[in-house]
């Protein structure tokens, strides 16, 4: 069941990003799938600098503001 969590919450994460990045990032599929990796992104860039947050919130925030920082890189590309 942790993978299927992880999962949506990756995809839930894309699509909050997309929201709040300016210009809607990428449509709707490849903002969710920029948030899939945006999570793995997240929780590998805070425990790089020793930051956990625990719980539900904590994996979707985190999930969150990698898949922000995927889509603002990527916004690089789109130009």
Do not use: H, P, R, V
């Amino acid at each position: 069941m942790g993978i299927i969590l992880s999962l949506i919450i990756g995809c839930l994460a894309g699509f909050i990003a997309g929201k709040l990045m300016k210009g809607g990032g990428f449509g709707l599929i490849m903002n969710l799938i920029l948030g899939l990796f945006g999570g793995l992104l997240g929780g590998w860039l805070f425990q790089q600098f020793g930051i956990e947050w625990g719980g539900l919130l904590g994996q979707l925030g985190t999930a969150i503001i990698g898949a922000a920082l995927i889509l603002w890189i990527a916004s690089f590309f789109k130009k």
